[in-house]
Structure formats: C-alpha cells, structure tokens
C-alpha cells in the first residue's frame, strides 16, 4: 500500500501544480476584505456534482484573500478550454486547491517575498505575446475575461500574475531545501511491497553528434554591413520598430517591432544582455554576436533595474558550399566510426561541435527529468522517428535538421543503450526511485506545511461549502 499512497499523494500534488497553471488566468485578488456570514441559496448536491446555480458571492477567505463561488466556475472553464476532462474533479475538490494558492500567498507576504513589478511586466508580456500568438487580437482576450478595456484586462491580469508568483515562490521556499540521503532512499525502497513496486517502460539512451556548416566570414560580414546599413538609416531618422518588423529574424519579437522588456534575472544570453544594459536611453548598439546571429539594440528606456528595448536580428546564411562541406565531413566521421578506427564517443568528444554533448561523448541529457535515459513511449516524436529503427550500436546516416529558428547542421544519432520494460530495481533504476522518494518527502513537508499554517491564518469557508470533504484541514475540525 505505500506505493500506491504515494501515487495517492503524487496525485493530489500533481493535481495542485496543473491546477496552478491551469488556473493562473483565473484566481482573483482582493485583499483585506471582510467576509459577511452570507449562505448562498443552492443545494449541497449542486456542490458536489458540479452543477452551477445563477448565484455567485465570497465563499471563503484565506488571511487577506478572498474566494468567488464565480473562482470555481473560472476553474473548470479554464481546464476545459485547455483541453483538458473536468468529469472526476468536484467544486470541492476545485475550492481546495484555490485555498492552496491563497495560503500560499497570503504567507508569501508574511514572509516578506517579495514580487516586483518588473517581474510581473515580464510575466504579462510573455503571458500576452503567448495570447496574441493564439488568437491574434487583444480584443477578443479581454472579450474572454469579459472585461471593459484592454488597460481594465491588465490590471485585472497583473494581480492574478503576482498573487500566482507569489504561491510559486512560496511553493519553492519550502521545498527547496528538502534533501534526501541514500539511506532514505534505501529504505523507502525497502518499505514497498513486491507485488507494488513500480513497472518502468522500456527505455533507451541515446547519443549524437553534431557538425555545423562553416560560415564564410564574407556572409557574416555581409550581415555585419547590412545591420550598420539598417543603424545608420535609424540614426539618420527611420523608425527602427519598422526596421525589426521588416527585417528581424526574431520570431518572438519582429511582429512587436523588435520590442522586449527584462532585467538581469530575464533568460537572455549573456552577450545579449551584457549589450543591452551597457547602452543609455535612445542609444543603438554596434552589430555583436550570438549563437542566435547578429543583432544591434536600441534602448527606448530604462526604469530602475528594467529595461525597455527593440533589437534586430539577422543570421548568416548558409552557403550550398558549406552544407556540402559539412555533409562530406560528417560522412567521414561516419565511415570511421563504422570501421572501428574510433569510436562514437571518442568521435563525438574530438569532432562535435554541439558543446552540451560534446564533453560526455555525445549523451543526451533527457529535457524533461534531467537523467540520460528516454522512455520510449514519452520520447519526442522527431528523436523517437530518428532511432526507432536502429540496431544496437548502429550508426544512423548524416541527418539534416533544422531548428525553429531556421539553424541547419548536420547529425549523427547511435543508440548507446537499451532498457526493456521491467519491475522497478533499486540497483538499476536508482535515480527514479530517487525521485519518487524525494517527492514523497516534499509532499510530507508540504502537508506538515499547511497543517502549520492553516492553524495560524484567518480562514472562513461559508455556506454549503463547509461540508465538503477537502484534504487540508480548512475547517478546523
């Protein structure tokens, strides 16, 4: 039975977090409100069942934050409009979760955690890029949320953002220290019963290597030339929003006029940023250069530690020449490792010029758990298409691939291990018993956590509401 607690509580965990993002639209702020003992007029059945009665009101408050009946509604609109099935997931089951993330907050506050409003601009600028991509019009996002106007929708979305930062760095403060030994690991290991232990699919680790084509330092000159062109013409008095829109290779940014907000904690790299915060309002950079291609920078302006700018960028293109070039050396590389003069790893460690790959012999790292082996069933369609039908230690033949932003480079891909599907073995699949130990443990700091602070908030929960099973005290029975 304690595997299948554990996969009890991974579940409800699971459950908060894709309710937290699911609900990061929806969860509605109005701090230091006072709840009336007002009942809302709709049976409990229509709680439990989900059914949805014309009456709306506060139903609960955490500390300083208040819950809507409408906040339930929000939920499953928001689960569904995702995509996602709302059939096994109750109004009580959705209220729990929504007094989750107030207590988060709410402490986060108490804690002194604090959210500035630089980070929500970058937040709600990366949220609205993300809308904008979806629909294509602002108006019908603030349509969605039945708001008055665009500046009503961001001051609306601006508070859901910080309240949903708030929880997250709250979330994170109580977990991040929580650490587990070997010895810990070991026996909870040793505590699941052997007809529960887990069955982990089958599994492969997967290596490659990569060439680039070489680019001509003519054609990266001929960008360098083009971008001091496109300079001259901003200095002289065009629009450089026009310019990006243009001529900006820059998917994330070119329909914006080149525009980007961010500070130092922003996820740009480093050549990037160490342009962009040297440069004073109005200023335009010299063309530098990235992984991504060459760019220049103007600042429109600076507030405080943020910084308001439009940047182009423009990428070499790559000669027919040098894709022949790159296909011919990689077909060497092959031929060699074929007839045993190196081997992949060594290949890969001497002649790669993937620099994540290169120094472990060209092991993939797998993304989404950070270990090197890809199960099967969860691998990335293009990866799985590309080694399905590989042999052990065959090597695949030169593959081209391009990246999103239009990158061509050359690969070899070999398949370095296999792992049928099988019981769990502490000995084999260590790190992934690992995991499931340490998120046992954290679940148990987050429940001791809650248990904690539910007994030191002000919480009310009114109505019908208060008969609902929830698996958090709020009741304070």
Not at 160 to 176: G, H, P, T, Y
Not at 328 to 354: L, P
């Amino acid at each position: 039975m304690l595997l299948k607690k554990l996969q009890l509580k991974t579940i409800d965990y699971r459950f908060g977090l894709t309710m937290c993002f699911l609900l990061f639209f929806n969860s509605v702020i109005s701090a230091q409100e006072i709840i009336k003992d007002v009942v809302a007029e709709k049976p409990v059945e229509a709680v439990h069942s989900g059914q949805r009665q014309k009456v709306d009101g506060i139903i609960a408050t955490v500390g300083d934050y208040i819950v809507l009946d409408s906040d339930i509604d929000k939920g499953f609109l928001e689960i569904t409009a995702q995509g996602g099935s709302v059939k096994d997931i109750t109004r009580c089951q959705m209220l729990g979760k929504l007094l989750e993330d107030k207590l988060y907050a709410h402490q986060a506050i108490q804690d002194s955690i604090i959210v500035s409003d630089a980070e929500v601009r970058s937040m709600m600028d990366d949220r609205l890029n993300y809308m904008l991509q979806q629909v294509g019009d602002i108006n019908k996002v603030v349509a969605y949320y039945k708001k008055n106007s665009v500046e009503e929708f961001k001051t609306y979305f601006s508070d859901i953002l910080k309240e949903q930062k708030l929880a997250s760095e709250m979330r994170d403060k109580i977990v991040k220290d929580v650490e587990i030994t070997p010895e810990e690991v070991r026996n909870f290991f040793k505590k699941i019963p052997k007809e529960e232990l887990p069955t982990f699919g089958a599994e492969m680790e997967v290596a490659q290597i990569v060439i680039e084509p070489k680019v001509s330092k003519e054609d990266k000159q001929k960008v360098i030339d083009r971008l001091n062109a496109i300079r001259k013409d901003v200095l002289e008095g065009s629009s450089f929003a026009t310019k990006a829109v243009l001529y900006s290779l820059d998917p994330g940014s070119a329909p914006n006029g080149g525009f980007y907000k961010m500070t130092r904690k922003t996820p740009f790299v480093k050549e990037f940023k160490d342009v962009a915060f040297s440069l004073q309002e109005g200023e335009i950079s010299e063309p530098f250069e990235t992984t991504f291609g060459y760019h220049i920078i103007m600042v429109d302006k600076i507030k405080g530690q943020e910084v308001e700018l439009r940047h182009i960028l423009i990428s070499p293109t790559v000669s027919e020449d040098a894709l022949k070039e790159a296909k011919e050396r990689i077909i060497n590389i092959r031929n060699k490792i074929v007839s045993k003069e190196i081997s992949f790893a060594d290949a890969a460690r001497t002649e790669s010029d993937e620099k994540e790959t290169r120094a472990n012999g060209g092991t993939l790292v797998n993304p989404n758990t950070q270990d090197t082996r890809f199960e099967l069933t969860k691998m990335d369609p293009t990866l799985y298409s590309q080694v399905s039908n590989l042999k052990d230690d065959e090597v695949s033949q030169p593959l081209l691939n391009t990246d999103d932003k239009g990158k061509k480079t050359y690969k070899l891909i070999t398949v370095t291990n296999r792992i049928d599907e099988h019981v769990a073995d502490y000995a084999k699949d260590y790190t992934k018993i690992k995991e499931l130990a340490l998120k046992e443990k954290q679940i148990n700091a987050i429940a001791k956590w809650f248990d904690t602070k539910i007994k030191d908030t002000y919480i009310k929960i009114i109505g019908e509401y208060r008969d609902c099973s929830f698996a958090n005290n709020w009741l304070k029975k």
